[in-house]
């Protein structure tokens, strides 16, 4: 879909949500407009000694229910209103999931596939430098997202703490345990994307030992969203990437994949091989035979054009927003559950609330706590956007923006317009 435009696509669904709660448009109109929209313009030296300018965002969409929340991402399609999508399901997510926080998002457009690691370093560093006066522990706290990382987030969070002149590791989530990170916060996402397939799995029925399942991306999301999965008994017979899909119709060797692809920086799904393994195309990943689908790549994934051959019955998306509108329709008429996004990958920023508690209280907690507080708070918010969806007699994906709207409206109004 050419005219794709990710900002519209949540502003429907958002409507859509207002008018089943019946609220006026005075009640949520603030959601419809980021409170904050900035652009910075980010020089960069190049390994060979040219400078380069890149374009890099940060949308802070609501900060009614506590700080500004949200990833920062590097690729060559990031603009101002992927970001602004972006940022408003980060507010739809935290108020889904019940952590603190409102919702915001950055970015800089850029082909990270194509950066060296000292020139990651020095785009990374000059965005935190630029973001510096709108950021902070308090204000503002990104984290990764697609082609950023731990490793990105150090850095990040060394050029903020230079800058303030005191450590601050609450600055950013997502960091390596070494320096301020918490255990768990690199599998959360993966590991609550697994939570859910196992609680919507249990609603209809469908025994996840054998069951047949197809994910597309294999990054931070997908590769351990897959490997979460294969632990739980599922058959994992497509993956995907950027370069394309590998299928096994008895089931990938997950561990083997991800750890390959993991060992070196650039490594891609084409450059793996083994017995058994064929190679499909991402389209005709999406389209296996199988229960379970995880699209967990970029947005605009599930269209008008890919949805009607989904055969899967359940879908969880891992990515933000894979689903368009005109997608999403043809997937009820089809009788296809969706887990939406904003409740489906709310792993990760629930254990970055983990992560930002310890941080800002100076304290440690060891893994098992963490990942006994990701499962409460995940089933928690399953079964509330369950009961919503069931009570309104709507889809999982309404009943989660319903649950969202709601609390941050009630915020909104409790607080009431200052001036
Ligand atoms: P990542 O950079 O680690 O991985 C992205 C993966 O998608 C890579 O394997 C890449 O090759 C693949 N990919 C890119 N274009 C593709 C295409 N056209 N077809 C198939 N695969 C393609 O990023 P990530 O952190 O795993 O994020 C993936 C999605 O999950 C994004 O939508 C992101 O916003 C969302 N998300 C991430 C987190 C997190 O904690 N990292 C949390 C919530 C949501």
Redo the contacts with the bound molecule.
């Keep these: 879909m050419s005219n794709y435009n990710p900002y519209e696509e949540v502003l429907r669904t958002l409507d859509m949500a207002a008018e089943m709660l019946g609220l006026s448009d005075d009640d949520y109109i603030q959601l419809k407009y980021p409170e904050r929209e900035v652009k910075v313009s980010l020089p960069v030296k190049m390994d060979d000694g040219s400078i380069r300018v890149f374009e890099g965002y940060r949308v802070q969409h609501s900060g009614v229910r506590g700080p500004y929340k949200g990833?920062i991402?590097y690729?060559q399609n990031v603009d101002m209103d992927e970001i602004k999508a972006?940022a408003m399901m980060m507010s739809l997510?935290c108020a889904v999931v019940d952590v603190p926080y409102g919702g915001g998002k950055g970015g800089v457009t850029v082909d990270?596939t194509r950066l060296s690691t000292s020139e990651m370093e020095r785009l990374t560093r000059r965005f935190a430098t630029r973001l510096y006066p709108v950021i902070g522990p308090h204000i503002d706290i990104p984290?990764?997202?697609?082609?950023?990382?731990g490793e990105v987030m150090a850095w990040f969070m060394d050029t903020f703490s230079t800058l303030s002149g005191q450590l601050s590791p609450g600055v950013v989530t997502?960091k390596p345990v070494p320096v301020g990170g918490s255990v768990g916060?690199r599998d959360?996402?993966g590991c609550g994307i697994m939570l859910m397939v196992r609680e919507i799995a249990k609603k209809l029925n469908l025994n996840l030992k054998g069951a047949r399942v197809a994910v597309?991306?294999?990054?931070?999301?997908?590769?351990?969203a897959a490997t979460f999965l294969q632990r739980e008994g599922c058959k994992i017979l497509g993956l995907?990437?950027?370069?394309?899909?590998i299928y096994s119709e008895d089931g990938l060797d997950i561990e083997g994949v991800i750890t390959f692809?993991r060992a070196k920086r650039g490594r891609?799904?084409a450059d793996y091989s083994a017995p058994d393994v064929t190679r499909i195309s991402?389209d005709e990943?999406l389209s296996l035979n199988v229960d379970i689908l995880i699209p967990?790549?970029?947005?605009n994934?599930i269209t008008g054009k890919t949805a009607p051959g989904i055969k899967a019955k359940i879908i969880v998306e891992?990515?933000?927003?894979?689903t368009t509108s005109e997608g999403d329709s043809i997937l009820q008429q089809n009788g296809v559950t969706v887990v939406p996004?904003i409740l489906a990958?709310?792993?990760?920023?629930a254990v970055?609330y983990f992560e930002w508690i310890q941080n800002i209280q100076g304290v440690k907690w060891d893994e098992e706590k963490i990942n006994e507080r990701l499962e409460n708070l995940m089933v928690k918010a399953f079964n509330d956007v369950w009961n919503t969806a069931q009570e309104a007699k709507t889809s999982l994906r309404m009943g989660a923006y319903m649950l969202a709207v709601d609390r941050i409206v009630t915020a909104s109004k409790l607080r009431g317009i200052a001036y």
């Design positions: 990833g991402r690729h972006l997510k990270a984290a990764p997202d697609v082609n950023t990382n997502g916060r959360a996402t597309q991306g294999a990054g931070n999301v997908g590769g351990t995907s990437d950027v370069s394309g899909a692809l891609t799904l991402n990943l967990a790549a970029l947005e994934t891992g990515a933000n927003g894979p996004d990958n709310a792993g990760g920023v970055s």
